[in-house]
């Protein structure tokens, strides 16, 4: 599945456009310590955090992963999601909470 299939799958809002859309997408991780994700977060993951600072972008470009996933329609500032787009990180939002976009993406993936 690429970022793009899912955020269409589970009708998530596309905050960077088109960037890193075609990523693979094989894993998830759901966590709001820094330090967390970056020990522990997995190859080809979606990242599910209400964190909205630009240090996410440093352990998402770090850490590769397809995209980060913001929940409860969270507001990012527009300064964010340039630096989102300059770094190739695609940048999801969805109304659900993290808890909910977590059990959402398992199932997804859990079915191929």
């Known amino acids: 599945m ?9 009708g ?6 088109e960037t890193n859309l075609m990523r693979p997408v094989r894993s998830g991780y759901t966590s709001d310590l820094l330090s ?10 979606v990242w599910i955090t209400i964190q909205r600072h ?12 397809s995209a ?10 527009e300064s964010f999601l340039e630096k989102a787009r300059q770094e190739g990180i695609a940048v999801l939002r969805g109304a659900p909470s993290a808890f909910e976009l977590s059990a959402l993406v398992y199932e997804l993936l859990k079915r191929g």
């Not at 967390?36 to 993951?45: E, K, L, P, S």
Request: hydrophobic residues 50%; without cysteine.
């Open 2 to 10: 690429t970022v793009r299939e899912l955020a269409e799958t589970l």
């Open 12 to 17: 998530l809002e596309v905050l960077t456009g």
């Open 36 to 45: 967390d994700v970056i020990a522990n977060i997995g190859d080809d993951a």
């Open 54 to 65: 630009v240090n996410i972008l440093g352990v998402a470009k770090l850490k590769d992963v």
């Open 68 to 77: 980060v996933i913001i929940p409860r329609k969270l507001e990012l500032e």
